[in-house]
């Protein structure tokens, strides 16, 4: 779990799974690769194999430890319905999410047609929670508009649209079941316009159709040179959060110890990028995992 983050829309980061590969245009520039490349080779650091796929078991029990309540972005650093992450897997993270129901989670994926058929069976369980927040990023039409397609025909009870980095004008919207969309441009080197006009339209469709509209950033080369307000002002609304009792630390301490124990943490078959580094690891063993 990581306290501290400059991702607007959340409080903290929880990453039971670490690393990603590209699926569409809006990965070109992924900040999280970015991040985690930069400490390939970096024995003892959690990114020491950079952005290669892989699972963390010893960070499911996290938010069950955490009593605060906190809006939480589960796998800001992955996408937990990548096609290598085994479904049990997968489920011990939904299962978690669900017992710690003092928090908010809020997850998000590329990957909206697995996600989509979890959630209509094998994540039944987690699916109908308030307190977990189900999203699809959307960067283009050709691409994001599935994606919200698939998102819609899940049994959620609160869908979400990330559409960050916008890279054209999306025209009409459908918001149908949808409770909440963020907005944003891309940031860093190399990054993608953002036209106004576009996020003009989106933040009006979503006032007509009476859904939580968030601005997180124009971005840029410097992010902070534009800011992120848009016509003279902030947009930062959220759902209405779940308030649920928090457990005693004994209570919450229990909960954690049923989390069954898993492998060591494993890079998954086919994700390893080629690294002079790397070359050849099949597992990942070494110091416990860092705060990221």
């Not at 992924?30 to 078991?57: I, S």
Request: proline share 8%.
């Amino acid at each position: 779990m990581s306290l501290g983050t400059s991702i607007e829309w959340t409080e903290a980061t929880w990453n039971p799974v670490r690393g990603c590969t590209k699926v569409s245009p809006g990965c070109k520039h992924c900040y999280a690769e970015t991040f985690a490349e930069r400490f390939r080779g970096v024995k003892g650091h959690p990114y020491e194999q950079g952005f290669d796929l892989r699972l963390v078991p010893e960070k499911l029990g996290e938010p069950l430890k955490w009593r605060t309540p906190k809006m939480i972005f589960a796998n800001s650093m992955s996408d937990l319905f990548h096609e290598s992450i085994p479904d049990d897997y997968i489920s011990a993270v939904a299962r978690v999410m669900v017992s710690a129901s003092w928090h908010t989670f809020q997850v998000l994926t590329k990957r909206s047609t697995r996600m989509r058929d979890l959630l209509s069976t094998t994540l039944r369980f987690a699916a109908t929670q308030s307190h977990i927040w189900w999203g699809v990023s959307v960067e283009d039409r050709q691409y994001g508009f599935p994606r919200v397609n698939d998102l819609q025909s899940a049994p959620a009870a609160v869908r979400f649209l990330s559409i960050e980095p916008l890279l054209e004008e999306l025209g009409s919207l459908d918001l149908e079941g949808i409770n909440w969309v963020i907005v944003g441009g891309e940031s860093g080197p190399g990054a993608r316009p953002l036209k106004k006009e576009w996020v003009l339209s989106i933040r009006d469709q979503c006032l007509q159709a009476a859904v939580p509209f968030f601005f997180k950033q124009w971005g840029g080369v410097h992010r902070s040179v534009r800011g992120r307000q848009l016509d003279g002002r902030a947009y930062d609304q959220f759902p209405s959060r779940v308030v649920s009792p928090v457990p005693t630390p004994e209570q919450c301490n229990a909960l954690a110890a049923k989390v069954e124990p898993a492998p060591r943490r494993t890079r998954l078959a086919g994700t390893r990028r080629p690294s002079p580094n790397a070359a050849g690891l099949s597992s990942v063993s070494g110091p416990s995992e860092k705060s990221i």
